[in-house]
């Protein structure tokens, strides 16, 4: 009689999950913020992750390259390049009147 050993989850054994320090590495952005993008904060398409437990989170890489993928496709404007440049005052105009 052998004993067969059942992986607890559907990936293959070959792909290493990423914690969210390599993430935050691999994004250039920092570990909190790998966290709260997983978590769905800020109104956008959650960072898709594997919850080990109540307190560990990991990420599969090819989740991380697709959700990468689709930030970039719909990347919106930012509001400042949008606005109307203020003009700045000329360097006399600046200068206080004393009289």
Request: no cysteine.
């Amino acid at each position: 009689m052998t004993l067969g050993v059942v992986a607890p989850y559907e990936e293959p054994l070959g792909e290493r999950l990423l914690t969210p320090g390599e993430v935050a590495e691999f994004l250039g952005i920092e570990k909190d913020a790998v966290l709260d993008l997983a978590s769905g904060r800020g109104g956008r398409r959650p960072l898709p992750k594997v919850r080990i437990n109540a307190r560990v989170v990991r990420f599969r890489p090819s989740d991380v390259r697709e959700w990468v993928d689709a930030q970039r496709e719909v990347a919106q404007p930012r509001l400042s390049d949008e606005l109307p440049r203020k003009k700045t005052p000329s360097p006399a105009r600046r200068m206080r009147r004393v009289g």
